[in-house]
Nanobody
Framework: QVQLVESGGGLVQAGGSLRLSCAAS????????MGWFRQAPGKEREIVAA????????YYRDSVNGRFTISRDNAKNTVYLQMNSLKVEDTAVYYC???????????????WGQGTQVTVSS
């Protein structure tokens, strides 16, 4: 029902910034929770940030709070993750996800993008 395509990943030095974008198509994502997740090698996938439909309710895991910002432009069917002050431990594949039927911002998330690699070097 929803197709998600992430972009914006890359290689940056610690302390740098990246802005990830997630373009949604197939169905409107207005009113859906949208989230960013990440998975580092050998580790479980974890939620990074999430947002309700208009961004007035957001969630950030403690390790990124204050450094990352999730935002969305529903007119463009796009959600963003601005990542500042990047740390080596932020290195992971980052996934965009949508939660069309979830009643909580934490999930479940049912539709996933292909992922984009973020590598932070020291």
């Amino acid at each position: 029902q929803v197709q998600l395509v992430e972009s914006g990943g890359g290689l940056v030095q610690a302390g740098g910034s990246l802005r990830l974008s997630c373009a949604a198509s197939g169905r409107t994502f207005s009113r859906y929770y949208m989230g960013w997740f990440r998975q580092a090698p050998g580790k479980e996938r974890e939620i990074v940030a999430a947002s309700n439909w208009n961004g007035d309710i957001t969630y950030y895991r403690d390790s990124v709070n204050g450094r990352f910002t999730i935002s969305r432009d529903n007119a463009k069917n796009t959600v963003y993750l601005q990542m500042n002050s990047l740390k080596v431990e932020d290195t992971a594949v980052y996934y965009c996800a949508s939660a069309p039927v979830s009643v909580t911002i934490r999930g479940p998330y049912d539709f996933w993008g292909q992922g984009t690699q973020v590598t932070v070097s020291s």
